[in-house]
């Protein structure tokens, strides 16, 4: 499981006394506990796995942003601070496909619902994020499936 490969490489960094990394990995597993215990009143809960992926690309996506923001503002150390850190999540999520083949799939299941226009967009992207959340990155699959919907 996703979690317990964290959990190891956190042992192991702090083994061989790799603070950073350390650090990184401990903030991956803050996140993840904080999630767990936001389900705990869930009603249904996500397959581990997945809920770890998530927990993951979320914090990724705040990683990148941050180092946009540190760039414009100047702030080199903060931002080789922030790539680091998202190096060391990235490590942990499965590899992303890519524009091409997220426009397949969008096509293939824009046929498969029927959808014809924009008011199908919600309907469209919750399909994609059930089949294929952990895979394709949700934020640059929106752009595609707006402009399959559109054209």
Do not use: C, N, W
């Amino acid at each position: 499981m996703l979690r317990d490969d964290v959990k190891a490489a956190q042992i192991s960094a702090m083994k061989s006394s790799d603070k950073p990394r350390t650090a990184a990995l401990r903030s991956i597993m803050a996140k993840i506990k904080d999630k767990d215990i936001a389900l705990r009143t869930a009603d249904k809960k996500p397959e581990d796995d997945a809920m770890v992926t998530d927990v993951l690309q979320k914090m990724a996506k705040q990683r990148r942003e941050s180092i946009t923001l540190y760039d414009e503002g100047g702030r080199d150390e903060l931002a080789a601070q922030e790539r680091y850190e998202l190096a060391v999540i990235e490590e942990f999520l499965p590899l992303m496909l890519s524009e091409e083949e997220t426009m397949a799939i969008v096509t293939k299941l824009k046929d498969e619902i029927g959808a014809s226009g924009m008011q199908d967009m919600g309907k469209l992207m919750g399909q994609l994020k059930a089949k294929h959340g952990g895979e394709i990155d949700m934020s640059k699959a929106s752009a595609i499936v707006k402009a399959a919907l559109a054209g």
